[in-house]
């Protein structure tokens, strides 16, 4: 397999690669333009791929007329309130790698079976349990449901587990206790596993719509996604305002992905997925 | 398919966990039965927790251990016991008004016809999308795979972005797309006369609309996980079949491919477990319609349990569900320990 001979192929799946990514990706590209064309022109029959007169109007009117600036802080709040979930899971995680205790076993057996879980199972006593809880209707109530994930505390543990013992004997030797060990040397060293995490829970948090839909039962305590199902409602109406909609929940989670892509990929690599 | 960005994952790490579980179960019994040998409240004597391993593990683990069970445990319980009563929205403010009803919500449901069509079009939807989903992320995966050039590497990203996506612009963008008046797919056709084409508005036409969607959504994925599997393929392999005068078509089939047999299973039991939740994509597009025909299991619990609040009667459609997934992934576990 010499590169010469190679070399018609490679270039023959790259060209064939590059029409399917084109096409993958188109819907993203027509959601964009049709964003910033004038309502009448992203009805037009023929449809134009450009904007003749591009213009930001819809963006204007999303935070004006409706009231996304509101679902924007909402969303962002539930993304942070995701970071609690992090820390939780890490600490599960290193829980579980580095100690043990009676229970091990089964307990990490019991985080296991909650993925068997279908949502659609416990979608209705979740409801239930935050009623009792006087959670509903609340931004808490809204992230509680997926702060913690079973998959998450196994890569944590994955991960955790390769730190090498004698690092943590010698920060308890220094008189470091339990928490300032986890803290100061058990999470620096974690730091890969930590940004996937971390990404994948911004991810999660930005697009959640299952959980705010239901938790979530005035216009106040909206997140994006449930802003923009509204929107849903009125197709007819104005594909522009939609696309402009869609358009601001879509491209900061692009941005981010394009910057930690690296690591999402590695992360996969890493729980071992061969 | 997922019901959000987040499920993805979670639900993807829950079959490669299970599989795990299965080889970190007998190990972990051996560790208890050996602190059970220890006197009682002394620590095993192996690794750094050997000195106050009394309460710290325990703290370190109980936020997260709380949530789940209150979350994912919990709920299984509360839903069992739920789907005998007759719980609705009335017995949610009112809980003296709720009564216990046996198995009658079962009865109900399995002489339901809807329940019956829900089941049958989530039949379909597994048959058909099972397998295109495992043929399209493969083929992509094998293609990315051909060269490691910069290029090559940036072309991922592409593919990946679907999967990331919020559904509910995911909606917007394909509804807008479909739209049978002024949707740029029924202009296209137009443009060399034909259409147009009822995308979401025919019963046949809608469910393959629909499945498209969830395909171009999950691909992504299992594609890199496809990906992630070919490239822990050693090299040294591909040099000695080639040594040994095997094709391109050869090698792939009789060395890669092998190799590829959990990565495969993987993609396999999670896809299925997919398309058996599926939800989000029906859910957005068509509601379940026209005439019901994009209606799956997990949409007709939903809107018997949220549109018209009939908890008891949706919690043992859930029920059911619950059996069909674990039933079928159990199937697939047993199948895959006989294989090896």
């Given at each position: 397999m010499t590169d010469r001979r190679r070399r018609p192929i490679v270039v023959a799946v790259g060209a064939l690669l590059t029409v399917g990514a084109l096409a993958t990706s188109f819907p993203f590209v027509w959601m964009v333009t049709s964003s910033l064309k004038p309502p009448s022109e992203a009805l037009a029959v023929p449809p134009t791929l450009l904007p003749r007169s591009p213009s930001l109007d819809a963006y204007a009117r999303l935070f004006t007329e409706l009231d996304f600036g509101r679902y924007?802080?909402?969303?962002?709040?539930?993304?942070?309130i995701g970071g609690v979930g992090l820390l939780a899971m890490a600490m599960a995680g290193y829980g579980f790698a580095k100690y043990r205790f009676r229970g091990r076993g089964v307990l990490f057996l019991l985080v296991l079976m909650t993925l068997m879980i279908p949502v659609q199972v416990t979608m209705i006593p979740t409801y239930l349990i935050l009623n009792e809880l006087h959670l509903t209707n609340t931004l808490v109530g809204v992230a509680a449901p997926t702060l913690v994930s079973a998959f998450g505390i196994f890569l944590f543990r994955q991960f955790m587990a390769t730190i090498p013992d004698e690092l943590l004997e010698a920060a308890r030797l220094d008189g470091a206790g339990e928490l300032r060990t986890f803290w100061r040397i058990v999470l620096p060293l974690s730091k890969p596993i930590l940004a996937?995490?971390?990404?994948?829970?911004?991810?999660?948090?930005?697009?959640?719509?299952?959980?705010?839909?239901?938790i979530a039962t005035d216009q106040d305590k909206y997140t994006l996604a449930v802003g923009l199902s509204l929107l849903n409602q009125q197709i007819t109406v104005n594909p522009t305002l939609q696309m402009a909609g869609s358009s601001l929940m879509v491209v900061p989670i692009i941005v981010v992905f394009v910057c930690f892509q690296r690591y999402i990929v590695q992360g996969f690599t890493m729980s071992g997925l061969k | 398919m997922t019901h959000d960005g987040g499920a993805g994952?979670?639900?993807?790490?829950?079959?490669?966990?299970?599989v795990g579980a299965r080889d970190d179960a007998p190990m972990s019994d051996r560790s208890r039965r050996s602190a059970r040998r220890r006197a009682p409240g002394s620590a095993p004597a192996r690794g750094p927790g050997r000195r106050r391993a009394s309460v710290v593990p325990y703290a370190f683990i109980a936020p997260a251990l709380i949530l789940l069970t209150m979350f994912g445990l919990l709920p299984i319980l509360v839903a069992a016991g739920v789907s005998l009563t007759d719980l609705d929205i009335g017995g949610l403010g009112n809980p003296e008004t709720i009564r216990f009803i046996g198995l009658a919500n079962y009865e109900r449901l399995f002489a339901d016809p809807e329940f019956w069509q829900a089941l049958r079009t989530t039949g379909f939807f597994v048959v058909v999308g099972v397998p295109v989903i495992i043929a399209v992320s493969l083929a992509i995966a094998v293609a990315l795979n051909t060269s490691q050039s910069r290029f090559f590497r940036a072309l991922r990203a592409f593919y990946f972005l679907p999967a990331i996506t919020a559904i509910v612009a995911v909606a917007l963008i394909w509804g807008y797309l479909y739209n049978s008046q002024f949707g740029l797919l029924n202009q296209l056709l137009a443009q060399v006369g034909l259409g147009p084409v009822g995308w979401l508005s025919d019963p046949t036409t809608a469910r393959l609309s629909v499945a498209l969607v969830a395909v171009w959504r999950a691909t992504g994925l299992n594609t890199i996980i496809f990906l992630a599997a070919l490239q822990s393929v050693p090299k040294e392999y591909h040099e000695a079949a080639a040594l040994?005068?095997?094709?391109?078509?050869?090698?792939?089939?009789?060395?890669?491919?092998p190799?590829?047999?959990?990565?495969?299973?993987?993609?396999?039991?999670?896809?299925?477990?997919?398309?058996?939740?599926?939800?989000?994509?029906?859910?957005?597009?068509?509601?379940?319609?026209?005439?019901?025909?994009?209606?799956?299991?997990?949409?007709?619990?939903?809107?018997?349990g949220f549109s018209l609040n009939q908890f008891g009667y949706a919690s043992a459609g859930s029920?059911?569900?619950?059996?069909?997934?674990?039933?079928?992934?159990?199937i697939q576990l047993r199948m895959r320990s006989t294989d090896d």
């Open positions: 924007l802080v909402n969303t962002i709040v539930v993304v942070l996937v995490q971390a990404v994948l829970t911004f991810i999660a948090g930005w697009n959640s719509f299952l959980w705010p839909l239901i | 994952g979670s639900r993807l790490g829950g079959t490669a966990v299970l040994d005068g095997a094709g391109r078509w050869t090698t792939f089939w009789r060395v890669t491919f190799l590829l047999r959990f990565a495969l299973f993987f993609v396999t039991v999670t896809t299925l477990i997919g398309w058996l939740q599926f939800f989000d994509e029906p859910y957005v597009l068509t509601r379940g319609g026209p005439v019901g025909a994009t209606t799956s299991m997990s949409l007709f619990i939903f809107q018997k029920l059911v569900l619950f059996a069909i997934i674990a039933v079928v992934t159990a």
